[in-house]
């Protein structure tokens, strides 16, 4: 880092030097490919985890073993988040965003080709395992980075379009992945049709993940030539005045950063908003599959149906995301648009509940296109969220403890509503799912949030 002699204004107050701000501060169209890139791998990525998710009881006969170990194909990826995420964000907040951008990329081509080697035997159980540490190393990192990018790259008007964009990735991977994934195999299938499907589509998407990680290390930057915004160029200048400081020094720094943020009741509201939120479509294409097998299984193909109600959250939580930008940005009122949005997502697990207890498909499949809308909306808006109430805490930083609580939130959630499946049938589950969101959307109303970053924009527009 520069030190404080070497530092260059980034922001220049006042109207004589309105111009000269405007030259400072720019957006580059590279910010888009960027962008594209942590979508497309994210969805291949994602389509993945559907796979092995929705397709339980097929890829448990496949690797001959119980559907509950084939639930911890996605717990094992919340486990190494907990346990990995500290040192592994500690690492990468010295680098700039295109080595996190390198790194998020390379776990994902590892993690792929892992998968590809554990579905071409039947014996490969372990390597799948294996396969999804490091999906869950990409995970660690990718989960930070989309604010990043959007705060490095984006302009004030854009970021909330951007993380949408980046969720979008996510989505659009569970969504073709469920649907697909439901007649890749089918209970019925030869292990020799499951492996020549499986390792067809894995393998592919492999080689495409190596072929962008290639592109990324020979032509990404790694940071605009501009700032995007003025608020990032006040993070700029902040960082270019501090003393270059030692590894020591750095993680002491480190330590009382996430002790703030600890102690921050803002973050901790918006935290646990943000990982109830995010769990609750990772839970839902773990367990789907089951719960409709314990109640729909005299109706016709479960799987097909969990793929195509999986289809349907994934596709309207694109909606959602696309809905937050214009949203946050034209009224700012990021707490209101997170309470509204969770709250609403409560109101469609109670339709889902309704439906399994009258056994009603369409009140399902109704339920999880509602839930992905405001599952979309709600994940965007409490993004950014968290940005607005730490800014100018480094993201990476802000987000240690988002990696932590989503990977807790992931195994408490799908291990406890396993055991109310078997125990107290396919209704529980979604009674757990509810409570939580409603844990969440009560909380917020009544917490006054601050939006630094929103200030710090609005005080220099002022000064101009």
Known sequence: MKNQKEATPLINP???????????????????????????VSCMRSFVLAAFGLNNNVMAKYFNVEPWQI?????????TMVLFCIPLLFILRRFSVKTSIVAVVGCSATSLTLASL??????????????????????????????AIAAVWFPANE???????????????????????????????????????LLAVFGSFAIATWTVLVFVVLFIKPRPKHPPSIAQAKVLQLQELQESTSLKEELIQFKNVQLKLLTNVHFLTAWFAR??????????????SSILQANFSKKGNTSVDGGFMIMGLCLMSIVGSFSAG???????????????????????????????????????????????????????????????????????????????????????????????????????PFTLELFCLLLATCLLPFMKMPFYRQEAAASTTENQ
Not at 118 to 140: D, E, K, N, P, W
Not at 330 to 350: E, H, N, P
Not at 373 to 392: D, K, N, R, W
């Open 14 to 40: 006042g109207p004589e030097n309105g111009d000269a701000n405007k030259e400072v501060v720019k957006a580059s169209p590279e910010r888009w490919v960027i962008v594209i890139i942590m979508s497309v």
């Open 71 to 79: 639930d911890w194909l996605s717990n094992v990826r919340a486990l």
């Open 118 to 147: 554990a579905v071409s035997f039947r014996q490969g159980y372990f390597i799948a395992i294996l396969g999804q540490v490091m999906s869950a190393f990409s995970t660690t990192i990718r989960i930070p980075l989309k604010s």
């Open 159 to 197: 970021i909330a379009y951007a993380v949408g964009i980046m969720f979008i990735g996510r989505a659009l991977g569970k969504a073709t992945g469920a649907v697909v994934a439901s007649h890749l195999g089918s209970i019925s299938d030869s292990p020799s049709i499951i492996r020549m499907r």
């Open 275 to 288: 990982i109830t939120i995010d769990s609750v479509p990772r839970f839902t294409t773990t367990l789907l």
């Open 326 to 428: 214009p949203l946050l940005s034209i009224t700012g009122r990021y707490k209101a648009s997170v309470a509204v949005s969770t709250g609403l997502a409560s109101v469609s697990c109670v339709l889902g509940i309704a439906g399994l207890a009258v056994t009603s498909t369409s009140l399902v499949y109704a339920s999880q296109i509602l839930l992905g809308l405001f599952v979309g909306l709600a994940s965007v808006s409490v993004t950014e969220l968290i940005v607005q109430v730490t800014y100018p805490t480094r993201i990476t930083d802000a987000f240690v403890f988002n990696v932590i609580g989503v990977g807790i939130m992931l195994v408490v959630q799908t291990t406890i509503a396993r055991l109310l499946l078997e125990k107290f049938g396919p209704i529980a």
